[in-house]
């Protein structure tokens, strides 16, 4: 499965939009592209995933590029409980050990 | 729905000794993984099965066992402690091993002195 690259850490206001990018220039074209986050060492919560188009759901929106080598997740309206690690996988299934999580995106809202 | 219930949520154990971490989902799912995950790192896969009687190495698998009698339950046996061990346990299914949400347990604690 495709390696993935993401910033260490990022700041954003509460109330702005947060955008975590995430480059994942190795990607098949079978391979998903998955965004997890983790609050305070909690079970990791899915937040959505797609293949080539844009998805938006409750939580969040996923825009992945035209050649899929990178994507974005968006944060409408951050809140304070949107603090946690944002990680950005990509693979086909959960049930290939290349499928892991990296130390992903440490998002930190400031009121 | 309870989700992923994974018990005990802490535990300590002396080098040597054995335990069972539990895992058990209410969501008839029939994939079902554990990860480890260690201080300030991302997770990583150790066991996962695709159904009942069927379960399957990940990347970190030494040391540890598995087994899958039924659908709901997907328990992880340390059988010789070591500190090496020490970190946090999650377990996770999902209903298919693709385009598809995996829930997450809460996450069992452990440290091996």
């Known amino acids: 499965d495709a390696k993935t690259t993401q910033p260490t850490s990022m700041d954003c206001a509460e109330g702005r939009a947060a955008n975590l990018p995430c480059n994942h220039s190795t990607i098949s074209g079978n391979e998903y592209v998955y965004w997890y986050r983790q609050i305070h060492s909690q079970g990791p919560q899915y937040i959505i995933h797609?293949?080539?188009n844009n998805e938006t759901n409750e939580m969040a929106s996923l825009i992945i590029t035209e050649d899929r080598k990178s994507s974005t997740l968006i944060l409408p309206h951050a809140t304070l409980r949107d603090t946690a690690v944002y990680y950005c996988i990509v693979g086909t299934n959960f049930g290939n050990e290349k499928l892991t999580f990296g130390t992903g995106t440490r998002l930190t809202i400031i009121p | 729905n309870a989700g992923v219930t994974q018990t005990p949520k802490f535990r300590i154990l002396k080098i040597g000794q054995s335990m069972t971490l539990q895992c058990a989902q209410d969501?008839?799912?029939?994939?079902m993984y554990w990860y480890r995950q260690d201080p300030g790192m991302g997770l990583k896969l150790i066991y996962y099965s695709v159904g009942a009687g069927i379960t399957d190495k990940g990347e970190v698998p030494n040391g540890y066992n598995v087994s899958r009698s039924t659908t709901e339950d997907f328990p992880l046996r340390l059988e010789l402690a070591a500190p090496s061990q020490t970190s946090v346990y999650f377990c996770a299914s999902s209903l298919r091993t693709g385009n598809t949400e995996a829930f997450f347990g809460q996450g069992t604690r452990l440290t091996v002195v």
């Open positions: 969501m008839n799912h029939n994939y």
């Open positions: 797609g293949l080539k």
